[in-house]
């Protein structure tokens, strides 16, 4: 899932490099596809890996006259329902059509023959994307306009009409919390290989009796974080949205806090502001961008905010721990996971904290 990926640095994520043997497929047989679907393609077509940390492998296609990017199911077998990059397509089709940033789409394959697994080809947006929350490389004087931007697009998502726009389907409307409860914690409590977590148990039973009233439906996008956007090269305005594989259909209070979680994130973990001087840095406090985004959406608070980051620090630890018990069954032993897995003790007991902050 996406919400693995960590923040490890510019370095690590940004750029790209030769394919990596796992996922290479028939060039020829994409170009192929592309002369026939993609309109205005011409070849030669060299293709490239991004470095960042995808579930859904992800490629640089090279052509003399445009870039464009490729994002595929993984080969081989996948769990029923994951890497549905049919559903990234379709979201982003649906949301580039309101003047939403996202990329545009140029087409889906759905036939295995083509490449192994389904894909979809879409625009290479050129930008900026930080990786690290604190925004380094933009001036102390402009680093506002870039939350600022940050907490407008989200606020714009949530607005969206999505029976509008033929979204009516995308998932299920209303009662999101209990669903999504019950999903993880069905995860964390079937996965023996990752063991138990005494903050994990407390929340198990806390949560589903703590459900704020009032429900909303909106698109979310599931993992709104900077490094999942792209900014204009040089303005504080965000150009594209990207990696929609867990957007749905949802509460839109559950999808803020995930974003506004980075302010009590720890960095190392996924792109948090925990420990920042916030003042100094020039960034705006949480409190006051969780008023910006209510003034957007026509809000005077948001009751039980504490329940909403509790919330969105158990569904990071569930997934989490989902990683510690495939690296205890040797089906994900990259170091990679494993700083994943070291990592779930941390989000409980931060997912705990917050819990009792609501008390």
Not at 245 to 271: C, K, R
């Amino acid at each position: 899932m996406s919400a693995e990926t960590s923040a490890l640095g510019q370095d690590a994520n940004a750029g790209t490099t030769a394919v990596r043997e796992a996922y290479r497929f028939d060039e020829a047989a994409l170009a192929a596809w592309m002369t026939t679907h993609v309109a205005d393609y011409a070849g030669p077509l060299s293709v490239e890996q991004f470095k960042g940390g995808q579930s859904n492998p992800t490629y640089k296609l090279v052509t003399p006259g445009r870039s464009y990017v490729l994002r595929r199911k993984p080969p081989g077998e996948i769990l029923k329902g994951a890497h549905a990059v049919e559903r990234e397509a379709r979201v982003l089709s649906a949301l580039g059509e309101t003047g939403f940033p996202v990329a545009k789409i140029y087409g889906l394959c759905t036939d295995d023959s083509v490449l192994g697994s389904w894909f979809y080809v879409m625009e290479m947006v050129e930008g900026r994307i930080f990786w690290d929350a604190t925004f380094p490389g933009v001036s102390r004087d402009e680093r506002p306009a870039y939350f600022d931007a940050m907490n407008a697009t989200i606020a714009r998502l949530h607005g969206v009409d999505y029976k509008a726009i033929g979204l009516e389907d995308y998932g299920k409307p209303g009662n999101y919390f209990a669903r999504q409860i019950g999903r993880w914690t069905r995860q964390y409590l079937e996965d023996g290989d990752a063991g138990r977590n005494p903050d994990m148990d407390r929340l198990v039973k806390w949560l589903p009796a703590h459900i704020p009233d009032g429900d909303e439906t909106s698109i979310v996008h599931g993992d709104f974080r900077c490094d999942n956007m792209i900014f204009h090269p040089s303005e504080p305005r965000v150009i594209a949205v990207l990696d929609w594989e867990l957007s749905t259909l949802g509460h839109p209070l559950a999808d803020f806090a995930y974003h506004a979680m980075m302010y009590q994130m720890p960095p190392a973990i996924v792109a948090g502001l925990a420990g920042a001087d916030l003042e100094a840095l020039n960034i705006p406090s949480e409190q006051d961008y969780v008023t910006a985004y209510c003034q957007r959406t026509g809000r005077d608070s948001i009751p039980g905010w504490g329940f909403y980051i509790a919330f969105n620090y158990f569904r990071l630890a569930a997934i989490f721990h989902g990683i510690k018990g495939r690296v205890a069954r040797g089906t994900a032993a990259s170091a990679h996971a494993q700083e994943r897995a070291a990592s779930f003790p941390v989000l409980a007991a931060l997912a705990r904290k917050a819990m009792e902050d609501c008390r």
